[in-house]
């Protein structure tokens, strides 16, 4: 069996020191690192792109903080990437640690990223570069495709299954979770054992008796880079003699203990395909070395192997207390007898369950009866904050990187916007000259395809001088940074250039309408003339009605968002006013003959067009006319024509009269004449869907004669019919607020009054009566002068107010 000599893996004359290792171990990283103490070898070869030994040295820089990743792009193609992510508690780094504070040679000598790459591009993207194996195998994350996109897997051959090599020696020792196998039988092995070289004895046994089973275990490309490690060891065994030690996945140590001639490795070497590749080192993230983060070689527990690996002693006690301080931040009460009593508890739960000390399961278990009374909320929250983490690695400055990273390195210091990996949300205002160079900073970004901040809705102001943004820093931003350099070396002058490129490739007016607000946002004022000439040829070709509908909204935003920026905004406005009245044009016709689904997107159109028609009425564009008049023509036109669909003419009907064009007495005669027993019930409940639809519930409360018509259609609508408008109805009634809903139901339960629509019927009411309540509206004076600033004598008093308004 290979491997299975008794010192097989000590060094013995002519054969290199071995060490199997569980990427992201703590075990094997202290195991690691007693056996280079103990044996001190006069190299160290690590499993690794070569590519990276010319940044060994980055790794001893006071900047470089773990965990971090070796990052490889394909030069001209930087989205085909891979990583190679480090923690403080990963072998590798344990190792390269050591060499680099001893002064020992330290080499990489996995396959060169330069044939990895190349690989992942040569396939579908899906079985693409290093086999990330569970734990055992390489520690690369590749396989991420020219897209870039994580979550990308690996899959088999047809016909052959990919082995997991921790699943197979837990199953073997009668457990169902790797996790708690290798919690048991590495984990929890006591420091300071007499033979620092006796785990790595019994993995490599283990090992060589599953590759025995499974030869490869599905993982074909595996056999490419044993080979070419072979190729490795042997060369620094010529350089260094027998002082050679090598730290590579468990699953590796029987293929490269095995006698194979040089010729043979390097057949099985030629002919593969090249790229070329540049390196770096980048920020990492415990989230995303977490194997829900899609990552193959990744672990469950990233927060609790750096605990494990990181205190001197006593590990659940110290978790525990970390716990309790997280739950105490988030105000849930936790005392020091809280932590006693959750400590007992994990003890005694590991011994009911067999198992040397309490593991991260049991602790989860203590903490679940003990501090979080049972719920699992809390508990969630210690897992995402504590279990895996939101803790972010640091490369020093002086680390290769491409132009436009270290100019986005420069702004990031200059705003005081740093890079973290908690989501975390912040409020702008534009008004300052900081927050709107965040702001500037951010949007640029977005048009470069680097997500770090989404912009959200905000919970205070809704004016154009706020922003609310939610940031998070993703290790794949660094890709996204790579992949943004060819647009240039600065980000305003990569944003600039992406933006005019954009533009000119943009095949919809949407496209490009969308554009110019991101202009505008971004503050891009050379690549503002380059779209607006795009956007007006655009136009002028695009005779679809629905298509200028849906410009015009983002370019009326635009003009909003200049005036803010103090951007010269007259040529956005010159082409928003004729897109207006275009639209105004082509509008009456294109809702004629729809069916229910078209006329539901008009509608939508209708309400996006009168918005923007308010806001274009009170910019420079006005100029150009009465906007708005025409505009209440245009409504009046769709209100009235038997050809445009229920929906519309009813919405056209409410627009009008919420804008006061329209008198309640005519909107009940218009609702009277469509609620006639001659409509259709269908096109009758689409006009009423259209009419009360988007918070009209309010005008049924308040105007009763509406009421009474709809109440009045409804209970004669046929049986037959009732079940055809039915859906309609509820669909409109589902989406007011519930006090809206209940107080129709209160006046729909109460039947129709004396004077249906006065004051006098609604007297019965709670809320309502004849004339206006003075004592109760005198209540609200205070807050109401407070919120208007009025505090100082001789100012209006609440009659003067409710004239002025």
Known sequence: MAGSDRGGARQRGGQPLLLGVRHHGPGSARAVRAALEAVRPRTVLIEGPPEADALVPLAADEGMRPPVALLAHAVDEPGRSAFWPLADFSPEWVALRWALRHDVPVRFIDLPATHTLAWEGAGSGQDAGPPGEPGTGAPAEAGEGSSGEEGTTEHPPAGELRVDPLAVLAGAAGYDDPERWWEDVVEHRGAGASDALAPFLALEEAMGALRETYGSGGHDRDLVREAYMRLQIRAAQREFGDGVAVVCGAWHVPALRRKASVTAD?????????????????????????????YGAGIDSPGWYAHLFSVPDRPVERWLTKVAGLLREEDRIVSSAHVIEAVRLAGTLAAMRGRPLPGLSETTDAV????????????????????????????????????????LARLQRRLRL???????????????????????????????????????????????FRETWRLRWEPELSVRIAEAGVWGTTVLGAATAKAEADALAAQALGEVTALAEHCLLADLPEAL???????????????????????????????????????????????AAGLAERVFVGLPPACSALDADAAEEMRRHVDAVHGAVGLLDDTPAAAHGDLRGRWHSVLRVLSGRDTVPGVIRGRSVRLLLDDGELGPDEAARLMGLVLSPGTPPADAAAWIEGFVGGGGGLLLVHDERLLGLVDTWLTGVPAEAFTDVLPLLRRTFSAYEPGVRRTLGELVRRGPGPARGTGAAMAGVPGFAADLDEERADAVLPVVRLLLGLDEPGEPVVGELTGAA
């Open 529 to 575: 003339p380059v779209v607006m000439r795009v956007l007006a040829d655009r136009a002028a070709l695009d005779a679809d009605v629905g298509h200028l509908a849906q410009a015009l909204p983002a370019l009326v935003r635009s003009l909003r968002y200049g005036d803010v920026r103090g951007t010269d905004t007259q040529a956005l406005a010159e082409v």
């Open 266 to 294: 390097r057949a099985l070497l030629k002919g593969l395909p090249k790229v070329k590749a540049d390196m770096t080192w980048v920020p990492w993230t415990h989230r995303r070395l977490s194997r829900a983060g899609g």
């Open 368 to 407: 679940r009866a003990v501090m979080c009374d049972g719920s699992d909320v809390p508990l969630a929250l210690v897992r995402d904050r504590l279990v895996v983490g939101d803790v972010l690695g640091q490369v020093p400055e002086s680390a290769p990187a491409v132009p436009l990273q270290r100019d």
């Open 418 to 464: 740093t890079p973290e990996a908690l989501e975390k949300e912040i409020e702008l205002d534009l008004r300052k000259e900081n927050d709107a160079g965040r702001s500037r900073l951010l949007h640029r970004l977005r048009l470069l395809g680097v997500g770090w901040g989404e912009p959200t809705a905000s919970r205070g102001s809704t004016g154009t």
